[in-house]
C-alpha cells in the first residue's frame, strides 16, 4: 500500500513518528540519532525514515510547514499506517514575558486562526489539545534530562500565516496567556484526537516575538538537539 504522498508500505512505520517540518531535519535526526536508520519515504522529497533509538523502534518523518501540509502527513501516519504517536519537534516564536528564548514550549492546547476545524462540521469550536498520556511521559522525561525549569506547558497558536503576524494581533493572544506562535500544532491534535491517538507539539524558542531576540544557527542547531533527546527519551517511554 501506498498513498499519494508516501511510498512507504503498512509497517514500514514505527509506532512513535517525530516530525520537524524540515525534510532535511528528519534526515539529520536519523543519521545522528537513531541505530540502522533505513529511508522509508521521499515523495515531494519528505524524507521519513525507521530506525531504532536505544533499542526502541522510532520514526521520523517531515511534516512541512503548516496546517494543511502536517495534517496530510499526520492524517496518514494514523489512519493508513497504524501510527500510535506524533510528536512534533519544532521552532516557536514567543510572546509571553515568562518564556525566554532557548527554552522549551509544549502546546498543552493549541488554538488556531485557520478554518481547518470547519472540515468536522461541529456546531462549536473543537478544543485542540495534546493527549495526557503522552505529555506525562514528556515532562517524565524532561525532569530525568533536568530540563523542567525551562520547559513551559501551556497554549500556543497554530497561526496560518507567518506574514500575517503583528504585534497588535500578537498582543490579543498573550493577553489570553498563549505562550507562542508556531504553525502545525492544531491540525496534528485535531487529526490525533477523530483518531483516538497520541499527539503532542515540543518546540523550541527560536526568537522572543516581544523582545526582538532570535536565535543564531548554531544555537538552534545546539537547543534543537536537547529538544530532539526530550522527544527521543519521551518515545522511549511510549
Ligand atoms: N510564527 C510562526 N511560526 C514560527 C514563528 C513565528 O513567529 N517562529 C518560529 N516558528
Same mark, same amino acid.
Given at each position: 500500500?501506498?498513498?499519494?504522498?508516501?511510498?512507504?508500505?503498512?509497517g514500514?512505520?514505527?509506532?512513535?513518528?517525530?516530525?520537524p517540518?524540515?525534510?532535511?531535519r528528519?534526515?539529520?535526526?536519523?543519521e545522528n540519532?537513531?541505530?540502522n536508520?533505513?529511508?522509508?519515504?521521499n515523495?515531494?522529497?519528505?524524507q521519513g525514515?525507521t530506525?531504532?533509538? +536505544?533499542?526502541?523502534?522510532?520514526? @521520523?518523518?517531515?511534516?512541512g #510547514?503548516?496546517?494543511?501540509?502536517?495534517?496530510? &502527513? $499526520?492524517?496518514?501516519?494514523f489512519n493508513?499506517?497504524?501510527?500510535?504517536?506524533?510528536?512534533?519537534?519544532g521552532?516557536?516564536?514567543?510572546?509571553?514575558?515568562?518564556?525566554?528564548?532557548?527554552?522549551?514550549v509544549?502546546?498543552l492546547?493549541?488554538?488556531?486562526?485557520?478554518?481547518?476545524?470547519?472540515?468536522?462540521d461541529l456546531?462549536?469550536?473543537?478544543?485542540?489539545?495534546?493527549?495526557?498520556?503522552?505529555l506525562?511521559?514528556?515532562?517524565?522525561?524532561?525532569?530525568?534530562l533536568?530540563?523542567?525549569s525551562?520547559?513551559?506547558v501551556?497554549?500556543?497558536?497554530?497561526?496560518?500565516?507567518?506574514?500575517?503576524?503583528?504585534?497588535?494581533?500578537n498582543? +490579543?493572544w498573550?493577553?489570553?496567556n @498563549?505562550?507562542?506562535?508556531? #504553525?502545525?500544532a492544531?491540525?496534528?491534535?485535531? &487529526? $490525533?484526537?477523530?483518531?483516538?491517538?497520541?499527539?503532542?507539539?515540543i518546540c523550541?524558542?527560536?526568537?522572543?516575538?516581544?523582545?526582538?531576540?532570535s536565535?543564531s544557527?548554531e544555537e538552534?542547531?545546539k537547543?534543537?538537539?536537547?529538544?530532539?533527546i526530550?522527544?527521543?527519551e519521551t518515545?522511549k517511554?511510549?
Amino acid at each position: 500500500m501506498a498513498t499519494p504522498h508516501n511510498s512507504a508500505k503498512k509497517g514500514d512505520f514505527a509506532k512513535t513518528v517525530l516530525m520537524p517540518g524540515d525534510p532535511l531535519r528528519a534526515k539529520y535526526i536519523a543519521e545522528n540519532f537513531l541505530d540502522n536508520a533505513r529511508l522509508v519515504n521521499n515523495v515531494r522529497g519528505i524524507q521519513g525514515y525507521t530506525g531504532t533509538y +536505544k533499542g526502541t523502534p522510532v520514526s @521520523v518523518m517531515a511534516s512541512g #510547514m503548516g496546517m494543511p501540509s502536517i495534517g496530510i &502527513y $499526520a492524517y496518514e501516519l494514523f489512519n493508513f499506517y497504524d501510527v500510535e504517536n506524533i510528536i512534533r519537534v519544532g521552532s516557536t516564536g514567543a510572546i509571553n514575558e515568562g518564556v525566554k528564548i532557548r527554552d522549551i514550549v509544549i502546546g498543552l492546547g493549541a488554538s488556531t486562526t485557520s478554518r481547518f476545524q470547519h472540515q468536522f462540521d461541529l456546531n462549536g469550536y473543537f478544543s485542540a489539545t495534546c493527549t495526557y498520556e503522552i505529555l506525562k511521559k514528556t515532562m517524565e522525561a524532561a525532569a530525568e534530562l533536568g530540563l523542567e525549569s525551562k520547559t513551559h506547558v501551556g497554549g500556543i497558536l497554530s497561526s496560518d500565516a507567518f506574514y500575517g503576524e503583528t504585534d497588535e494581533l500578537n498582543k +490579543k493572544w498573550a493577553d489570553m496567556n @498563549v505562550l507562542s506562535i508556531e #504553525m502545525e500544532a492544531a491540525a496534528l491534535y485535531m &487529526y $490525533a484526537a477523530q483518531a483516538k491517538k497520541n499527539a503532542i507539539a515540543i518546540c523550541t524558542v527560536s526568537d522572543h516575538l516581544l523582545t526582538g531576540e532570535s536565535t543564531s544557527s548554531e544555537e538552534r542547531e545546539k537547543t534543537f538537539d536537547e529538544m530532539l533527546i526530550l522527544a527521543l527519551e519521551t518515545a522511549k517511554k511510549l
